[in-house]
């Protein structure tokens, strides 16, 4: 058993697949955030502002909720716990492109997006908590962003009609992702590949350990 525990604040398939990668097996326990309306609001003026706002407002959304409940699913754990809440935007030509959730946006996107260089950023927000009696007390914070440059290959429209049938790209932020079918059209990456699947595993190492937390705590070794 591992002496933290891990929650992962998101619902995303793939960032539970990182962590699970990676030794770690997390709590996932699903922010209740409204994206838009936090953006609307708030207004960044950057796609890295606004990764990092969206992913502090998932953390808070979380760590707010534990505060007043020690959740279900933590009990019997480790009284530390450690948050990870990301959030994920590529950035073409100076705008933010999210999921585009269909066909059409799909299509759309690639047609701008093939064979040029986009970065993909992801907000990343870790929060080191303690159990309390009634709740999880924030005991620390630590925030950063990571940007992955990609260039992607100069595909046909063909290909762009075939890859919206698989559906893959409608979920995804920039309507790509290099852990499915999109990886064949990523010709090469600058910088972490894990951070354009939605979360750095270095970043969040170097932001976990920031916080006094020792890295190798969060795997879950069972004996062999």
């Not at 940007?147 to 046909?156: G, N, Q």
């Not at 075939?162 to 090469?188: M, N, Q, R, W």
């Not at 020792?214 to 069972?222: A, M, V």
């Amino acid at each position: 058993m591992s002496t933290v525990t891990t929650v992962l604040a998101s619902s995303s398939p793939s960032r539970l697949s990182l962590l699970r990668q990676a030794g770690i097996e997390p709590v996932v326990i699903r922010p209740q955030v409204d994206e838009h309306a936090v953006v609307d609001e708030l207004s960044p003026q950057s796609v890295i502002d606004e990764v990092a706002l969206l992913a502090q407002t998932k953390a808070r959304a979380v760590t707010t909720a534990l505060a007043q409940d020690l959740h279900e699913n933590l009990v019997g754990t480790a009284d530390t716990c450690v948050l990870i809440a990301c959030d994920s935007l590529l950035e073409l030509n100076g705008e933010s492109v999210g999921k585009p959730g269909n066909a059409p946006a799909t299509a759309e996107v690639w047609k701008r997006l093939r064979g040029k260089s986009a970065v993909l950023h992801t907000g990343h927000s870790v929060a080191l908590l303690r159990r309390g009696r009634a709740g999880w007390d924030l005991i620390d914070q630590a925030d950063a962003v990571g940007s992955t440059t990609l260039h992607t290959a100069d595909i046909s429209d063909e290909e762009i009609a075939a890859y919206c049938k698989t559906g893959e790209p409608f979920h995804v932020a920039g309507a790509l992702t290099i852990d499915g079918y999109g990886a064949a059209f990523v010709e090469s990456l600058e910088g972490d590949h894990t951070n354009v699947i939605g979360l750095s595993i270095p970043l969040a190492r170097t932001l976990i350990t920031g916080l006094g937390i020792s890295w190798p705590d969060l795997w879950k070794i069972t004996s062999t």
